[in-house]
């Protein structure tokens, strides 16, 4: 679980932030007379160099370069395995190449390019991420495309108690907090190493009646910013 250096109100703590499932799924177990069942990666045995589409009937008869007998059905560590890329007019794997940010403007046209940034993670350093300003909720999801949410939970009760307040300032003023990493609260957020800069954001909403008490805090993660091309 990662940790987020938060600052508020004159305090930080390292609070302990989560992903959202994408869809909730029971949990389901597959068993036989002689035991659970488990799933196992293996080598299919298909050349994925061969364009199987374009193979005829009369290919298949003459020869297989289709299949790759050679450790088929092996069982495959996942951790062992890495991307190679390869060039469809030849069979080996390419190395001379670069990876390269490619910036758009408003109206879709390619603004930029630029050698790809390799980035460390900067949600847990020595400097705490900073609220910045509020924005009217309204106005932050008609301004922003959120791309990633994170649920920021507690572990203790002085950690809830820091976060209920949070998420009880931004629930009575309507409003969403703008983060900043850095010294100076001025750079975006990167979550995870060799990342992409986001502009972050949270969300808090308390509970009422019978569940009075409870609070919600969501980081809200966006690259992109909604804007009118110019006339």
């Known amino acids: 679980m990662d ?21 909730i799924k029971p949990q389901l177990s597959y068993k036989t007379s002689v035991g659970k069942l488990s799933s196992v990666l293996l080598r299919s045995g298909i050349n ?10 009369q290919d298949i008869i003459d020869k297989d370069d289709e299949i790759i007998l050679d450790g088929i059905g092996e069982a495959v ?12 007019a030849n069979p080996q794997p ?10 758009f403007g408003p ?16 949600i847990n350093t020595l400097n705490p991420i900073k609220i910045t300003k509020q924005l009217p909720i309204n106005e932050a999801f008609a301004s922003f495309v959120f791309k990633q949410t994170h ?40 979550v995870r190493d060799k990342g992409n800069p986001y502009r972050a954001f949270l969300y808090g909403e308390i509970g009422t009646g ?6 919600k805090l969501l980081l809200l993660l966006s690259d992109q ?7």
């Open 3 to 23: 940790l987020l250096h938060l600052e508020y109100n004159g305090k930080s703590a390292k609070l302990p932030i989560r992903s959202l499932p994408a869809k």
């Open 48 to 57: 994925p160099l061969v364009q199987t589409e374009n193979i005829s009937f």
């Open 77 to 88: 560590d996942r951790d062992t395995l890495s991307t190679a890329y390869y060039d469809p």
């Open 94 to 103: 390419e190395t001379g190449f670069e990876f390269v940010d490619v910036i």
């Open 107 to 122: 109206d879709g046209a390619e603004k930029q390019r630029r050698p790809h940034l390799i980035r460390s993670a900067n």
């Open 151 to 190: 649920q920021i939970v507690h572990e203790d009760g002085l950690m809830r108690d820091f976060l209920f307040g949070l998420a009880q300032d931004l629930h009575q003023s309507q409003t969403i907090a703008v983060l900043g990493a850095g010294a100076k609260g001025n750079q975006p957020l990167i």
């Open 210 to 215: 019978d569940n009075a008490g409870a609070y």
């Open 225 to 231: 910013e909604l804007k009118l091309p110019e006339a």
